[in-house]
């Protein structure tokens, strides 16, 4: 298990993530959404010890994760920016790994080299983005941590290979209790693969919940009315998004929209339909602070 326990991380005065809490438990895979620059990186860097926390601590099973080598050797770290020696190959890279990660699998690491197709005494540096990717990955797994954190880890792959990473990250947690966060600014990359989620907004983590309660407790409700209507028509109706256009209205609701719906009801549209939002329309709505008529952009 993670525990990210009020995490702070401050660069001089700039707060990068603030009172970050939430739990990542055994056999579970979280994923961490937001834009670039809300903080990911940062908080996957304090979590796997590189940055110290100003405030708060992220633990491991109970255990502080900063400059504790017990906790390293079963913690797996894979950044955005993959670095890599002048002359490291595939196969110089798995013997330093299996010197240090004590449940290092040879096999699986012969069997994850056919399944990407790479080839192992090649210089990595040589490799594409994407091939540089799937080593690092080829390598986490063969590491068989306990607790995993990978940062934009679906970056530069094509689209099999992402599919074949999600499925291994799925067999992987299947067979094991390992704890995995990965971060992404892309929701159609977590939306089929995490069982909870979290929104980072603001350097703040504005929604903590799993997949299934997503799905549940958001709607969106569409109605059609025989007049122009405007949004001065719905002020009795308790709503998180309104959009009106001409005739039709859309509105968003969180938790149980029973009373509202007989209150829209009672405005007399000719249809209602109900719809359940998408993973990314339900942080579309949570993430938005303004509203821009893109009409007027350009508008001298």
């Not at 908080?43 to 601590?57: E, F, N, Q, V």
């Not at 703040?204 to 299934?212: E, F, G, N």
């Not at 998180?240 to 929209?257: H, S």
């Amino acid at each position: 298990m993670i525990k990210f326990d009020h995490v702070t991380k401050k660069f001089d005065d700039y707060i990068a993530v603030e009172d970050i809490f939430f739990t990542v438990e055994p056999s579970s895979i979280y994923g961490l959404i937001g834009y670039n620059g809300a903080g990911k990186t940062t908080l996957l860097k304090t979590a796997a010890g590189i940055y110290r926390a100003d405030s708060g601590l992220v633990s491991f099973d109970g255990t502080p994760a900063f400059d504790n080598p017990d906790i390293r050797k079963n913690l797996f770290y894979v950044p955005d920016d993959l670095y890599f020696p002048m002359n490291a190959t595939i196969k110089s890279m798995a013997k330093f790994y299996s010197d240090y990660y004590p449940e290092f699998s040879m096999k699986t690491y012969q069997n994850l080299l056919e399944v990407f197709g790479l080839d192992e005494k090649k210089k990595i540096r040589g490799f594409s983005k994407g091939m540089q990717r799937q080593t690092e990955i080829l390598l986490a797994l063969a590491s068989k941590p306990k607790y995993l954190l990978l940062d934009e880890t679906f970056d530069g792959l094509d689209p099999q290979k992402k599919d074949i990473t999600k499925k291994l990250f799925m067999e992987y947690i299947a067979e094991s209790e390992c704890s995995m966060v990965i971060s992404s600014h892309n929701l159609s990359e977590l939306s089929e693969l995490c069982d909870h989620v979290g929104l980072l907004n603001g350097k703040h983590l504005t929604m903590d919940c799993s997949v299934y309660d997503i799905s549940q407790n958001y709607s969106k409700i569409r109605l059609i009315f025989d007049r122009p209507i405007q949004e001065s028509d719905f002020k009795a109706i308790h709503y998180k998004n309104i959009e009106l256009d001409g005739q039709v209205a859309t509105l968003v609701f969180e938790g149980n929209a029973k009373e509202e719906k007989e209150k829209l009801n009672a405005l007399l549209p000719i249809a209602i339909d109900e719809y359940r939002l998408t993973m990314e329309e339900v942080f579309l709505n949570e993430m938005e602070d303004k509203k821009y008529d893109i009409t007027k952009i350009f508008a001298e």
